[in-house]
Structure formats: structure tokens, C-alpha cells
């Protein structure tokens, strides 16, 4: 990866809604280089996709209580049946498996202190081989970033 790629990678999340020839003035080249160059990186899995920023509040999802997960047992079993499960609840939109204690932290979005509340009861109390579940509202979300700066060598 060169300085050219890391300038693509750049634009393209901060500005993912620009066209090639946009993109190509911006990083100095000509539109077939930069389109090829995108392409390699998307086959390279450096880009893994796209997608639109949403704002939770405007689709009634603005409450998002975090919440840790101690395991009963961790093992290669318990790890890949609970992730396995968490994986197919829509509302737990982030998923951190921790080192050390509690195993996981889980990020979720939902509509309110009801509908979480179902979510858990439902849900997050049935998921396998969980020992302990403990819920936190943060009182604001100071930053929260899709960037991801790249590392220049």
C-alpha cells in the first residue's frame, strides 16, 4: 500500500459518496488508474464495503445501553454458540470480545428503556452459557467516528 492507496482510503471515508473522477483529482490521478487502484483494494479486502451513516435518533433508534457479558465457561464451544447467537439479534448492533473480564461487550440500539428491557428478558438472558449480564447508559456519546486513520509507515 502506497500513499496514493492510503489518499483513496482516506477520501473515500471521509467523502464515500464521490464519483471516480472525483476521487482520481483528488488523490492526482487519472480516472482508470483510480478506479483500478479502488478495485484492488476492495479485492484485497482493505475496503470491505459501503454503507450510509444513519442517524439514530431520526429512525427511533437513540437508545443504546451498553452491555457487559461474563460467560459461565469460556471455551473455543461456548464462545463460537454465543457469538453464533448474539450474532442473529438485530438490535446488538456491535459485538467486542474483551480481554480479560467481562468476556464480551456488547453496543445495542433499540427505541427505549422498554423495548430494551424486553430485549434483555427475551434475548440477552436466554443466549448461551451467559453467567452475568450488566447493563450501562452512557450519559453522552462525546465522539464516535466511522474514520479510521491510516497508518503511514
Not at 445495542?108 to 424486553?118: G, K, L, N, P, V
Request: proline share 5%; charged share 25%; net charge negative.
Amino acid at each position: 500500500m502506497d500513499d496514493i492507496d492510503r489518499a483513496i482510503i482516506d477520501q473515500l471515508q471521509q467523502y464515500g459518496r464521490l464519483t471516480n473522477l472525483e476521487l482520481a483529482e483528488r488523490v492526482g490521478l487519472s480516472p482508470s488508474p483510480c478506479l483500478r487502484r479502488v478495485r484492488q483494494l476492495e479485492a484485497d479486502g482493505v475496503i470491505e464495503g459501503y454503507a450510509a451513516i444513519v442517524n439514530r435518533r431520526a429512525i427511533g433508534r437513540a437508545y443504546e445501553p451498553l452491555v457487559w457479558v461474563t460467560l459461565s465457561e469460556v471455551t473455543r464451544e461456548s464462545m463460537t454458540a454465543f457469538e453464533t447467537a448474539v450474532d442473529a439479534i438485530d438490535d446488538v448492533v456491535e459485538v467486542m470480545r474483551m480481554m480479560g473480564q467481562p468476556d464480551y461487550l456488547l453496543r445495542i440500539a433499540t427505541t427505549d428503556a422498554e423495548s430494551f428491557e424486553a430485549l434483555y428478558m427475551d434475548h440477552l438472558a436466554r443466549l448461551p452459557h451467559v453467567q452475568t449480564l450488566t447493563s450501562q447508559l452512557a450519559m453522552k456519546t462525546v465522539k464516535r467516528s466511522h474514520f479510521s486513520p491510516v497508518v503511514r509507515p
